[in-house]
């Protein structure tokens, strides 16, 4: 009843609306099936992935109210163990300092936050050092860093360690310079990319069940990727090449091709692969778009999990950096050759499974694939990528 009646509405604001802000819509005359839901449901979350729930934390969709950052008094001199504040800061689970600073002994440190090799020699008051590692958002609201101890990660006595041991620093370490990442690999060559597999089977499925309609896919659909995503008023939300596929294909075949089911990336990669070499253009001049769009970079910047961290933390903030070993890139060309072949988790991911992994790297939970948060973010990140021609499927470490 509900969608029914924002449908209506939408309708009418439409009419009202002139043809010239319509164009990045997609066409009603598309066969949709816009009565099921496109993925799995209840959504689970992928088995082979951490199962804790974080939603004492703030995700993309909820915010979950905290405290406001209080300074915790320290009145005498901090004197604790220093040799496991050591371990602590290379501790993975625990401070992960080195992530983002430069600490002695550690091979390939982060370079986000300041070199804290020397601390010790700048003589900082103990209250500002622990309160700082306790929850830097006091001293700085919009901070990287996450708040250790207010987002219970580290205990007070784990802190009171680490600061023993910062103490203890009193001799630079430079950041030694890494090569920018290359990829040696050729994408598009099926013997170095397994994602080429499906490609075949993208090729496959599209003869089986959608040739008797398109019987030119290579002439008709030679753009139709880059122009994705789109504002779907059926929906009243933003859609991507997978979701269309989902609706389009059980609407013209019946077939139920789910978000991230196999069938559902190798046409995905079919689809964006027959626009390979074409420059990304899509259009946010409608209304429903350029509010999508705007969604989506707020989005970008929105704080969750217990890491406090939001996408531009590292992707703007700090593009060209590193974060331990690995080197962050900026917006954009981040998602120009997706769906790619990740080959450290030897999986074939779509966009909607790489945010999925973002959210839980910063210890949020993860949204549905069809979450219209993440359309808009995709909205969003496609934008920053305009111009940049696909090259799909990709591959990456
Ligand atoms: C995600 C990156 C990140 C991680 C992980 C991180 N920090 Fe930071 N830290 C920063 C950044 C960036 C700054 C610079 C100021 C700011 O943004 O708050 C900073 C500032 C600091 C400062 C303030 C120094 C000063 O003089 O202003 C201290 C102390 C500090 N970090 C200690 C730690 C410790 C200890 C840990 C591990 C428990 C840690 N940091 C983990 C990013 C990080
Ligand atoms: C029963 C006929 C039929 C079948 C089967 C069918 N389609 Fe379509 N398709 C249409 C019609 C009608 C349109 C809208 C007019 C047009 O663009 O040709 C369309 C449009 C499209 C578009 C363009 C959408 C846009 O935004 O303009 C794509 C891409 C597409 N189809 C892909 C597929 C794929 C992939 C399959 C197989 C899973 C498929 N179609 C199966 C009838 C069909
Ligand atoms: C703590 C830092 C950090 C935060 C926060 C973060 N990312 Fe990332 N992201 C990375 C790093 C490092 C990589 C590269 C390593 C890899 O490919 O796994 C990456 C990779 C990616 C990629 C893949 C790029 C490619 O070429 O395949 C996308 C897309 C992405 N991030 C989007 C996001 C979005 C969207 C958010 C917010 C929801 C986000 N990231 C938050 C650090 C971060």
Same mark, same amino acid.
């Given at each position: 009843?509900?969608?029914?009646?924002?449908?209506?509405?939408?309708?009418?604001?439409?009419?009202?609306?002139?043809?010239?802000?319509?164009?990045? $819509?997609?066409?009603?005359?598309?066969?949709?099936?816009?009565?099921?839901?496109?993925?799995?449901?209840?959504?689970?979350?992928?088995?082979?992935?951490?199962?804790?729930?974080?939603?004492?934390?703030?995700?993309?969709?909820?915010?979950?109210?905290?405290?406001?950052?209080?300074?915790?008094?320290?009145?005498?001199?901090?004197?604790?163990?220093?040799?496991?504040?050591?371990?602590?800061?290379?501790?993975?689970?625990?401070?992960?300092?080195?992530?983002?600073?430069?600490?002695?002994?550690?091979?390939?440190?982060?370079?986000?936050?300041?070199?804290?090799?020397?601390?010790?020699?700048?003589?900082?008051?103990?209250?500002?050092?622990?309160?700082?590692?306790?929850?830097?958002?006091?001293?700085?609201?919009?901070?990287?860093?996450?708040?250790?101890?207010?987002?219970?990660?580290?205990?007070?006595? $784990?802190?009171?360690?680490?600061?023993?041991?910062?103490?203890?620093?009193?001799?630079?370490?430079?950041?030694?310079?890494?090569?920018?990442?290359?990829?040696?690999?050729?994408?598009?060559?099926?013997?170095?990319?397994?994602?080429?597999?499906?490609?075949?089977?993208?090729?496959?499925?599209?003869?089986?069940?959608?040739?008797?309609?398109?019987?030119?896919?290579?002439?008709?659909?030679?753009?139709?990727?880059?122009?994705?995503?789109?504002?779907?008023?059926?929906?009243?939300?933003?859609?991507?090449?997978?979701?269309?596929?989902?609706?389009?294909?059980?609407?013209?075949?019946?077939?139920?091709?789910?978000?991230?089911?196999?069938?559902?990336?190798?046409?995905?990669?079919?689809?964006?692969?027959?626009?390979?070499?074409?420059?990304?253009?899509?259009?946010?001049?409608?209304?429903?778009?350029?509010?999508?769009?705007?969604?989506?970079?707020?989005?970008?910047?929105?704080?969750?999990?217990?890491?406090?961290?939001?996408?531009?933390?590292?992707?703007?903030?700090?593009?060209?950096?590193?974060?331990?070993?690995?080197?962050?890139?900026?917006?954009?060309?981040?998602?120009?050759?997706?769906?790619?072949?990740?080959?450290?988790?030897?999986?074939?991911?779509?966009?909607?499974?790489?945010?999925?992994?973002?959210?839980?790297?910063?210890?949020?939970?993860?949204?549905?694939?069809?979450?219209?948060?993440?359309?808009?973010?995709?909205?969003?990140?496609?934008?920053?990528?305009?111009?940049?021609?696909?090259?799909?499927?990709?591959?990456?470490?």
């Amino acid at each position: 009843m509900g969608v029914k009646l924002k449908y209506n509405k939408l309708n009418l604001l439409l009419l009202l609306m002139p043809l010239s802000l319509m164009a990045a $819509e997609m066409p009603v005359s598309v066969p949709l099936d816009i009565e099921n839901i496109a993925t799995i449901t209840p959504w689970k979350r992928n088995n082979t992935w951490s199962q804790i729930d974080w939603s004492n934390y703030n995700n993309l969709q909820h915010t979950v109210k905290k405290p406001v950052p209080v300074i915790q008094p320290i009145t005498s001199s901090i004197k604790a163990n220093p040799a496991n504040g050591k371990k602590l800061v290379a501790n993975r689970k625990k401070g992960n300092c080195v992530a983002c600073h430069i600490l002695p002994d550690v091979s390939q440190p982060g370079n986000i936050g300041i070199n804290l090799s020397f601390i010790g020699s700048w003589h900082l008051p103990d209250q500002f050092l622990f309160n700082y590692i306790y929850d830097p958002r006091i001293y700085n609201p919009n901070t990287v860093m996450p708040p250790w101890g207010a987002h219970n990660i580290l205990t007070t006595d $784990e802190i009171k360690d680490i600061v023993s041991y910062l103490k203890t620093l009193t001799i630079p370490v430079q950041f030694k310079k890494r090569p920018i990442p290359k990829n040696n690999v050729d994408n598009l060559d099926e013997f170095e990319n397994p994602a080429m597999f499906e490609l075949e089977t993208g090729t496959d499925l599209f003869i089986e069940n959608c040739q008797k309609c398109h019987q030119n896919p290579k002439a008709s659909f030679a753009k139709w990727a880059v122009t994705m995503p789109k504002f779907e008023t059926r929906l009243n939300k933003i859609i991507g090449i997978e979701e269309f596929i989902t609706r389009h294909a059980r609407a013209t075949t019946g077939v139920k091709y789910l978000l991230q089911s196999g069938e559902n990336i190798a046409l995905a990669i079919y689809l964006r692969n027959l626009a390979n070499g074409q420059k990304i253009a899509v259009d946010t001049s409608d209304v429903n778009s350029s509010l999508a769009l705007k969604r989506g970079e707020t989005l970008t910047q929105t704080k969750i999990g217990q890491l406090n961290f939001a996408c531009t933390d590292c992707h703007k903030k700090n593009s060209g950096k590193w974060i331990r070993g690995q080197y962050i890139k900026s917006f954009t060309g981040m998602i120009d050759h997706y769906p790619t072949y990740r080959s450290g988790r030897d999986a074939i991911w779509d966009f909607s499974t790489r945010i999925q992994w973002c959210n839980l790297a910063a210890r949020a939970n993860d949204l549905p694939p069809d979450a219209a948060e993440y359309a808009d973010i995709e909205l969003y990140l496609t934008v920053q990528s305009n111009g940049r021609k696909f090259s799909v499927p990709g591959f990456g470490p």
